[in-house]
C-alpha cells in the first residue's frame, strides 16, 4: 500500500479538485478508474463542490512534482483514518453522510456571468480613479443576485475575470490574483461589456500615463521590500483553453502603454539603485556600495541591463528593472536584447520586478534566463523585405 503521507503538497489536492469540477463527477472517475463514494466527500474551498475523496487523493498524487503518476483504485485504502485524515491535515474540509456530491458544479449562468463582470469592471474603475470601495458589501450584494453561489465561489470568479483582464491587456484589481481555468463564456462576457464601460477606458489610460515626480525628502525603509516571486503555476494542471476570439474590445494595450511611460520607468530603476546600495552597506560592504552605477543613464539603454551592482564576494550582478504600478502578477515586457543578454549572464543576471509602485513599492527578483521564470510570448516582431 502507497504511504498518503507522501501526499504533502496542497496545491497538488487542489488541482485535483479543479479538475474534478472542469470535468465533471463521472467523466473524472472514469478517467482515474475510481468508483463513486459512498461517505466521504472532500469540498473544493473554491467552488464549494463536494468530491469524492479517495479520487482526488489517487489523481492528487498525478499533480506532485516528485511522483507525476496518479494512484490507481487498488493501490491504497480509503476512510476515515486515511484518505480523509490525509486531505483534513492539508486543511480541506471533509463532510460525510448524505451531502450530495458533486454539488454547486453548474456552470455559471450568461446572467450571473454579465452581473459579476459588470460588478468586477465598476470596481476595477473606481481603483484605478484612486477611489475607495468596501469588496466585502460588494460581494454580498453581489452574492444575492446570483444562484446560490459561495463567497469562495465568487472569489475564485473574480480570480478568473482578472486572468481575461490581463489577456486582454487591461490591469486587474488589487487583492483578486489572475486564476486559470477560465469559461470560454467568460471571456465573451468580458467583451461583451468592455466596450460599455467608456469610464473604465479614461482611468486606464489615466493610471498608465500619469507621470511619476522624485521625490528625495522621503527615507525609503528597504527592510520588508523584497518579496518572493509568484509561485510558478503546475505545469501539468487542468486549463480549460482559451477560445478563438478577436480582441474587438482592446482599445489599447494598457500595459504596454505603461512601458512607455518614461517617468515611472526612470523612477523604478532609481528606487532600483539605491535598494541595491542599501543591500550592500547592510551587509559591511560600503566600498561595493560606492561602486554601483545606474548604467542605463550613463552609458545608454542598449546593453541589456540597467543597473551594474555585486554580489559580497565582488562578482558583478547585471540588473535590469521593470515598474508597474500594478500588482505583482502584471506581464511585463523585454527585449529580445534583454533576454539574450539575461541567458549570456546566468546567474550574475538579476530581472528586478517592482509592482504597486505607487502605493507601497515591492519588488522580487528572477535570476538567470527570464524563460526559466516566465512564459516569453513573441507579441512583436521586425518585419524586412525579402
Known amino acids: 500500500m502507497v504511504d498518503l503521507a507522501r501526499l504533502n503538497d496542497r496545491s497538488a489536492v487542489q488541482a485535483a479538485l479543479d479538475e474534478f469540477d472542469l470535468l465533471g463527477r463521472d467523466a473524472f472517475l472514469a478517467k482515474y478508474g475510481f468508483g463513486k463514494a459512498r461517505t466521504y466527500f472532500v469540498e473544493n474551498p473554491n467552488t464549494g463542490t463536494l468530491c469524492d475523496s479517495k479520487a482526488i487523493v489517487g489523481a492528487a498524487f498525478g499533480y506532485l512534482s516528485s511522483s507525476g503518476m496518479p494512484l490507481e483504485n487498488t493501490d491504497f485504502s480509503g476512510g476515515d483514518a486515511t484518505v480523509a485524515e490525509r486531505l483534513r491535515s492539508l486543511g480541506f474540509r471533509v463532510h460525510s453522510g448524505n451531502e450530495r456530491p458533486g454539488s454547486n458544479v453548474q456552470p455559471w449562468s450568461p446572467h450571473e456571468l454579465a452581473v459579476i463582470v459588470a460588478d468586477y469592471l465598476s470596481m476595477l474603475t473606481l481603483e484605478l480613479n484612486g477611489q475607495t470601495y468596501s469588496k466585502a458589501e460588494r460581494r454580498r450584494r453581489l452574492k444575492s443576485q446570483l444562484d446560490d453561489r459561495s463567497e469562495a465561489s465568487i472569489e475564485f470568479k473574480h480570480g478568473n475575470i482578472s486572468a481575461v483582464m490581463i489577456e486582454l491587456g487591461y490591469p486587474y484589481i488589487t487583492g483578486y490574483q489572475p486564476r486559470s481555468n477560465v469559461q470560454g463564456a467568460l471571456y465573451e462576457a468580458v467583451e461583451r461589456q468592455l466596450h460599455r464601460f467608456s469610464a473604465l477606458d479614461d482611468a486606464a489610460i489615466a493610471a498608465v500615463q500619469r507621470p511619476v515626480l522624485p521625490n528625495d525628502t522621503i527615507e525609503i525603509d528597504f527592510e520588508g521590500v523584497l518579496k518572493l516571486p509568484p509561485q510558478k503555476r503546475n505545469i501539468n494542471q487542468v486549463r480549460e483553453p482559451a477560445p478563438n476570439y478577436h480582441r474587438r474590445a482592446t482599445k489599447r494595450d494598457y500595459l504596454e502603454r505603461e512601458t512607455m511611460n ?43 541591463f540597467d543597473i551594474l551592482s555585486f554580489e559580497p564576494d565582488g562578482r558583478e550582478r547585471f540588473v535590469e528593472v521593470k515598474t508597474t504600478s500594478f500588482g505583482q502578477t502584471t506581464p511585463f515586457f523585454v527585449s529580445s536584447n534583454e533576454a539574450a543578454f539575461a541567458r549570456e549572464k546566468g546567474e550574475q543576471f538579476r530581472l528586478y520586478r517592482l509592482y504597486d509602485f505607487r502605493k507601497a513599492p515591492s519588488l522580487f527578483e528572477l535570476p538567470g534566463a527570464i524563460e526559466q521564470h516566465c512564459l516569453l510570448d513573441p507579441c512583436t516582431y521586425k518585419a524586412q523585405f525579402l
Do not use: C, I, M, P
Open 262 to 304: 518614461r517617468s515611472l520607468g526612470s523612477a523604478g530603476e532609481l528606487f532600483a539603485l539605491k535598494f541595491e546600495k542599501w543591500r550592500l552597506l547592510s551587509l559591511g560592504l560600503r566600498n561595493l556600495s560606492e561602486k554601483v552605477e545606474h548604467v542605463s543613464s550613463t552609458q545608454g539603454d542598449g546593453l541589456g
